[in-house]
């Protein structure tokens, strides 16, 4: 059986991308690394992954290159915080102007904060592990 | 500024949950370690990060614990493979009767499959990188 090693690309959609530009590198202080026009916008996570925005108006349209996405409705993500993060964060988001949706612990004793980014996709900050090994 | 680490969640949607597990756990031989019902299936990509499976059916309905969220429309991820497996993957991925619907060389080097998943996702097999750093 070849490989899988991780995942390189996760995708969130949003139609206005200077606004999903302004939250991911504002809000969530991330790097962006790329922006095609008006099809996405790229930031940087670690060495081997990143998190790319799509335009679905523009990634529907058949392509030269690449198939055809987009998907519409409000999507998810969760990101891993460091649990002496959490604080900061909720401050951070706060003080961003972020509406904090909920605030969870789960049984494993993680917690997750949830905000929403401009296009209505659920973003969560997680500290610690809710899922089996 | 608090840290994000890594992505923990990465995301898909899927009405038929049991194609989608049959088809992340065998055609691309993905480890399925949660499944909640009608809801969503998780699978391990790595020690701190995992891909779902969510049925937008279920998630877009509201929760007493979490956000509601789903989308309709294919979306897209992509995951890495090392360079040395590509052509076992093609062999492998035609072998269990999916189509490649493209195979890009890109400027950097860097080779993708592409396929799609039960629910019309675009699921890319990447090796090399494709983004600045």
Same mark, same amino acid.
Request: charged content about 20%; overall charge negative; aromatic content about 8%.
């Given at each position: 059986?070849?490989?899988?090693?991780?995942?390189?690309?996760?995708?969130?959609? %949003? +139609?206005?991308?200077? #606004?999903?530009?302004?939250?991911?590198?504002?809000?969530?202080?991330? &790097?962006?690394?790329?922006?095609? $026009?008006?099809?996405?916008?790229?930031?940087?996570?670690?060495?081997?992954?990143?998190?790319?925005?799509?335009?679905?108006?523009?990634?529907?349209?058949?392509?030269?290159?690449?198939?055809?996405?987009?998907?519409? %409705? +409000?999507?998810?993500? #969760?990101?891993?915080?460091?649990?002496?993060?959490?604080?900061?964060? &909720?401050?951070?988001?706060?003080? $961003?102007?972020?509406?904090?949706?909920?605030?969870?612990?789960?049984?494993?004793?993680?917690?997750?904060?949830?905000?929403?980014?401009?296009?209505?996709?659920?973003?969560?900050?997680?500290?610690?592990?809710?899922?089996?090994?």
């Amino acid at each position: 059986m070849p490989r899988l090693t991780r995942i390189h690309e996760t995708v969130l959609y %949003g +139609p206005d991308l200077d #606004a999903m530009a302004a939250f991911y590198t504002g809000a969530l202080g991330l &790097r962006q690394v790329s922006r095609n $026009a008006d099809r996405g916008v790229v930031f940087r996570i670690t060495a081997d992954s990143v998190l790319i925005a799509f335009n679905p108006g523009e990634t529907t349209k058949p392509h030269e290159v690449v198939p055809s996405h987009g998907a519409t %409705g +409000p999507g998810h993500i #969760a990101f891993t915080i460091p649990r002496e993060d959490l604080d900061a964060w &909720r401050d951070h988001l706060t003080g $961003a102007g972020l509406a904090i949706e909920r605030e969870v612990t789960w049984p494993t004793g993680a917690r997750s904060l949830y905000v929403r980014d401009p296009a209505g996709n659920s973003v969560e900050l997680l500290a610690g592990e809710v899922w089996p090994a």
